[in-house]
């Protein structure tokens, strides 16, 4: 509570972390083609030491198995963007800079789903609170909401007209936000796909965008730097 530094790890590939469904493990990028799946509580007492390493994902090599860290294929020569994990299932999802998002299940590294879109990359990802379903931020303008199952799209959120930055659930998933490049945040219906509210907040582009937790108001970071709070009664 007093802001004490617990843990410093350097040597990361700065691009993103996510923690699994338990929170007993993390899953960080190690590099521009790999993450790694880390035991946390071993990692905190350990460091980057081998007894911490639960699993390898690493993009272009071929399934394998080294003593007792598993090494699987994931993308090819693609570079990882995003990371985002169900908060059920101990699930992951990866995209990459050429289209292909995967899901993987951490424990087993067995693939899920492998989805191809060459005409939009996956910005940003967004698992809904039951895990059924999760949400994309698609390059080309619009959201899209995947049941978590099939890997089937449900719903495509029109009315960006350039990329969608990042996109997320509201804490009981009723409503999807999305932060544009075009300056806007808009707020769509997660079950019929019907836009709610459109804001402009800034000329700069809109980079992230979050629900506060009881649903009424709504955050918006601007690529400009500047935070913007905005009241919500829909």
Not at 182 to 210: P, R, Y
């Amino acid at each position: 509570s007093d802001g004490s530094e617990l843990l410093s790890l350097p040597g990361f590939y700065g691009c993103c972390f996510a923690f699994t469904e338990n929170g007993k493990s993390i899953v960080i990028t190690t590099s521009s083609s790999s993450v790694t799946v880390f035991d946390f509580a071993t990692l905190l007492t350990q460091s980057r030491s081998a007894q911490a390493i639960l699993r390898v994902l690493r993009l272009g090599s071929t399934a394998r198995t080294a003593g007792s860290t598993s090494t699987t294929e994931l993308f090819g020569s693609e570079s990882i963007i995003r990371i985002s994990s169900s908060p059920v299932g101990d699930i992951i999802a990866l995209s990459a800079d050429g289209g292909l998002l995967r899901l993987y299940h951490t424990a087993t590294g067995e693939q899920l789903h492998i989805l191809d879109s060459a005409a939009s990359v996956s910005l940003g990802i967004a698992f809904s609170a039951d895990g059924e379903s999760f949400a994309t931020a698609g390059s080309d303008g619009k959201a899209r909401v995947l049941d978590t199952l099939s890997g089937k799209i449900f719903l495509t959120l029109d009315g960006h007209s350039s990329a969608v930055n990042n996109v997320t659930f509201s804490r009981e998933s009723t409503m999807l936000a999305t932060a544009s490049t075009d300056g806007t945040a808009k707020i769509f219906d997660a079950t019929t796909g019907e836009e709610m509210l459109s804001l402009s907040v800034t000329s700069a582009g809109v980079a992230d965008v979050a629900f506060s937790p009881d649903g009424t108001r709504l955050y918006t970071l601007g690529a400009d730097g500047v935070i913007k709070v905005y009241a919500l009664q829909i």
